[in-house]
């Protein structure tokens, strides 16, 4: 079975890159949010909810939003619409913040919006939501961007016709050390939705090594 | 009471995140859940923590947040009421 | 899809350090929720199932022993314990090895070791044992897996999501075998949140029943061992023959209200097997005893068409172990299966959901040949599992 990328996205501290095209460079240091909110605001997606969530499923969500932008979703059967993700630092950066909420016992106040987002998959949640995605979904761990953990995982989905289509890929974030791969996985000669902007990239891990390495 | 209302609506603009909205948009009498805000069951919760982080009153039973959370209104007058305690 | 064989297995809980343990407990009905009153968990005195944590140490300290380990015991957390503990009793009697390249070492977990992330613990660990990946590691390297441990987190599903990729992995010839174990403890972070959710029973927690009010926590840890070579399973032959998992698309933390994103993962999964509602002797569901999700459970069990198969949770006797759930109510099922055996659903004693579910009311012998295991999870993750006899 011959699967492509038909469309990803590369989000990286002061750059963000969708398919050939470069979305966003600034070579200044800010900081996460800093960068996250007006770029969203840019991007008018008339989508509040936005801001309820935490930096990581922000950055997920954001990430998603690009590549989705040059899919037509609502041509597949939603319930077979993959989205298995990874990272590293799992919800790291806003247990820090729930931990912080319960570390003083006179001044104990957990918050339940900022624990519901102490899960990484969370971000999985946040993705399908959006755009009413019901298919199989994972998150995985792993110490750094694995290609070929993501691949072995995505391929079995294809190969058991588990899915149609798949939304894959690495977003972690801890503060303002942040970085999003994400990439939309289809049968070859599937592609009804992508409009050809150059090369058809093949679903395998050297391509996905690649697409990890542009910066 | 209005002065509780207009820093109410300020308090819950920063507890439920509600980023795009400012005091001016909210109305003291319209619901905050159902149409309105759009609230949903986690910023019920959220409203229960403010509460009690921002006058010391715990919420016993959920069940009654139905009726204390109904609107700004409501909400400044249990505060009013119970704070008297 | 080629079924996949279970070779060797454990549970750990409040309720005792092996799978024997624990069923006699279960068949007894001896429950592991008990009020519990530890500041540095929580404020105020809780249900809770605790593992014990003098037998824990002794436990520990025997596994050192048996594989001559030189590294004290203070230097593994207490999730590490239990992970380790629980993949020594499942594997001990198995005349293999798991060093190979075709094994695969598969962890299922919602926090790691989150209670290093308090005050007081910070200084006992490195860092990095904050890490997910590095807890992994520490596993791997005391049994010398070969190759990068697979490491599930996904909320409550992350048990089922486990078996299911080692089934998948282990047909394809991926592997030959598989570790699978899934850990979660007891921590003031977890209970912190769940209480912040207001979801927290102030007794012990009562699946599917009118009087419900919400969840009890526990910990734990669950392993099963995979093979895709019949040959080596235990004597009775049970196997992994389907899976699926799906989400809801409705709320980050609200159940579905239909139940049919459930309910299709069931129905996927009883497909893949090759199986209808009518072969499934019972459905060990999630039943975590809050209103709403044993509501939505019901709905997908129906649209199913599994209204006439029985069903129970185990989380009236563990509590919500999290991401140990569904290994440790897997085995627990398997147990079930082999011994002909339907255990009841602790903390039921009258319907409280929609749907006519039949929820396990008391301890009953019959004739079954498989098994529904299935989740759900914040995030609107779900996940359905099945488990064939002969």
Redesign the interface.
């Known amino acids: 079975m011959n699967n492509i990328i038909s469309s990803y996205s590369l989000i990286r501290p002061g750059h963000v890159r969708v398919n050939e095209g470069i979305e966003y460079h600034d070579e200044n240091f800010i900081t996460f949010a800093e960068f996250i909110k007006p770029f969203f605001k840019r991007l008018d997606l008339g989508y509040p909810k936005f801001y309820k969530m935490d930096p990581l499923s922000k950055l997920g969500f954001i990430a998603s939003e690009l590549v989705f932008r040059h899919v037509k979703l609502d041509l597949y059967d939603k319930k077979r619409v993959g989205v298995v993700l990874a990272n590293a630092n799992s919800s790291l950066d806003t247990d820090l913040v729930h931990q912080e909420s319960i570390s003083n016992r006179s001044q104990y106040f957990p918050s339940p919006s900022v624990f519901v987002y102490t899960l990484p998959n969370i971000m999985i949640g946040e993705i399908c939501i959006r755009h009413r995605l019901n298919g199989e979904n994972a998150f995985l761990i792993a110490e750094k961007f694995e290609s070929k953990q993501l691949f072995d995982y995505v391929n079995e989905l294809f190969q058991n016709n588990r899915v149609d289509v798949c939304l894959t890929g690495w977003v972690d974030l801890v503060k303002d050390k942040f970085e999003a791969l994400l990439m939309f996985v289809e049968p070859s000669g599937m592609e009804i939705s992508k409009e050809k902007s150059g090369k058809v990239l093949p679903f395998s891990e050297e391509t996905m090594d690649e697409l990890y390495k542009i910066m | 009471m209005e002065e509780l209302i207009e820093k109410l609506k300020r308090e819950v603009i920063e507890q439920?995140?509600?980023?795009?909205i400012s005091p001016e948009d909210i109305e003291a009498d319209s619901p905050l859940f159902g149409e309105g805000l759009g609230l949903?069951?986690?910023?019920a919760?959220?409203l229960?923590?403010l509460l009690?982080?921002k006058y010391g009153l715990k919420i016993e039973d959920?069940k009654d947040g139905k009726k204390i959370f109904h609107s700004i209104r409501t909400m400044a007058e249990y505060i009013t009421e119970h704070q008297k305690a | 899809m080629r079924p996949i064989y279970i070779a060797g297995d454990n549970i750990i809980t409040s309720l005792g350090f092996t799978t024997s343990a624990n069923m006699e407990a279960l068949m007894a009905g001896r429950i592991g929720i008990h009020i519990t009153s530890d500041p540095h968990l929580f404020p105020s005195s809780l249900p809770l199932s605790l593992v014990d944590s003098g037998i824990l140490e002794e436990q520990f300290m025997a596994v050192l022993k048996h594989y001559q380990k030189k590294t004290d015991s203070s230097s593994f957390t207490r999730l590490e314990k239990f992970l380790i503990i629980s993949i020594h009793d499942a594997i001990k009697e198995l005349p293999y090895k798991f060093q190979d390249q075709k094994t695969l070492f598969v962890l299922s977990t919602t926090k790691g070791n989150i209670d290093l992330l308090e005050e007081r613990n910070r200084a006992l660990f490195p860092h990095r044992r904050i890490y997910l990946w590095e807890l992994a590691r520490i596993i791997t390297d005391f049994y010398g897996f070969s190759n990068p441990p697979l490491i599930i987190s996904n909320a409550c599903v992350s048990g089922i999501i486990a078996l299911m990729t080692a089934f998948r992995y282990l047909s394809s010839g991926m592997y030959d075998q598989a570790i699978v174990t899934g850990g979660d403890i007891l921590s003031e972070f977890v209970i912190a949140g769940f209480q912040s959710f207001q979801s927290l029973s102030p007794t012990p927690c009562r699946p599917y029943d009118a009087l419900r009010d919400g969840l009890s926590l526990g910990e734990g840890a669950g392993t099963m061992v995979l093979t895709s070579k019949m040959e080596k399973s235990s004597p009775i032959g049970i196997k992994i023959t389907g899976a699926a998992t799906s989400n809801d698309a409705n709320h980050i933390s609200g159940p579905s209200r239909t139940g049919e994103e459930l309910g299709f993962a069931m129905l996927n999964a009883m497909k893949e097997a090759n199986l209808s509602p009518a072969d499934i002797g019972f459905v060990n569901a999630h039943g975590t005893a809050t209103p709403f999700n044993d509501e939505m459970e019901s709905k997908a069990i129906a649209l199913a068409g599994l209204l006439d198969t029985p069903v129970n949770s185990f989380k009236g006797y563990w509590g919500h172990t999290l991401g140990a759930a569904g290994m440790i109510e897997s085995v627990a099922s398997v147990q079930s299966l082999r011994d002909q055996m339907l255990i009841r659903s602790a903390g039921f004693e009258s319907l409280g959901v929609p749907e006519p579910i039949h929820v396990i009311a008391n301890n009953e012998k019959r004739e079954i040949t498989s098994f529904l295991k299935s989740a759900s999870g914040f995030g609107g993750c779900n996940a359905a599992i099945i488990f064939e006899k002969g």
Request: hydrophobic fraction near 40%.
């Open positions: 439920l995140n509600l980023e795009d949903d069951s986690i910023d919760l959220e229960i923590v009690e982080k959920p």
